[in-house]
């Protein structure tokens, strides 16, 4: 069965660059999450959508911003990048309920 | 914040139930119990879950109690390969939004031999 997509699987930046990570959903999940876990912590909510309309807003920082395309794609854009936003991204969509997990983007900025 | 408390670690023979403990005495009426596991720096994996009623499936059962103030994540013979970290998370669903997991701080389960 399709699972949840991201992509890159690792990206290396510099401070002060900018990063874009991508999460292709199951088929048919109209929402998708976005979370930030830093080196021994748990997950934190960023950010989701539902229906390609923002839903609900963690603690994103206001470097961070994201969308959902009409494919229902979604897309992390990252600016201005700083040593602590070094952690793996996770991406889940779900069709309401129930949630599947990608297997991450490990960021690390240099 | 989370609405779960659960034990920061245990400990597990493998070939033994793992019982997993979690409080959720504030949950609500339309709160769901999910339990997710996460094995080293994997993204998170769905466990079960379940309302009111106890719910078994071919990884594991979660029984919750009759006032659903707490449950128990039953592993009913734990293999090296569950060792991992266990979230108990309580979560409701709203028609026509989108409701986050919040992770707290989970329950690592060391399995050994």
């Known amino acids: 069965a399709a699972g949840v997509i991201q992509s890159p699987r690792h990206l290396i930046k510099e401070k002060r660059e900018t990063a874009t990570l991508k999460c292709y959903p199951i088929?048919?999940?109209?929402?998708v999450y976005w979370y930030q876990q830093g080196p021994g912590q748990d997950p934190q909510f960023l950010i989701s959508?539902?229906?390609?309309?923002?839903?609900d807003k963690g603690s994103i920082p206001d470097r961070f911003s994201a969308q959902q395309f009409s494919d229902y794609h979604s897309e992390l854009n990252m600016s201005s990048l700083e040593l602590g936003d070094s952690a793996l991204y996770f991406c889940a969509s779900s069709p309401g309920l129930g949630y599947t997990f990608g297997s991450g983007t490990r960021l690390t900025v240099v | 914040d989370a609405k779960t408390t659960q034990p920061p670690s245990m400990d597990c023979a493998e070939g033994r139930a793992a019982n997993l403990p979690c409080n959720h005495s504030?949950?609500?009426?339309?709160?769901?119990v999910y339990w997710y596991r996460q094995i080293h720096s994997q993204g998170p994996q769905y466990i079960i879950h379940g309302l009111k009623n106890n719910e078994t499936n071919e990884m594991a059962s979660l029984i919750i109690t009759e006032d659903r103030k707490s449950s128990t994540l039953i592993l009913p013979h734990a293999t090296l390969r569950d060792t991992a970290v266990y979230y108990c998370i309580v979560e409701g669903h709203y028609t026509g939004t989108a409701s986050k997991l919040t992770f707290g701080t989970g329950t690592r389960l060391q399995v050994t031999l």
């Open positions: 088929p048919r999940h109209d929402t």
């Open positions: 959508f539902y229906e390609k309309m923002q839903s």
């Open positions: 504030t949950i609500s009426g339309n709160e769901y």
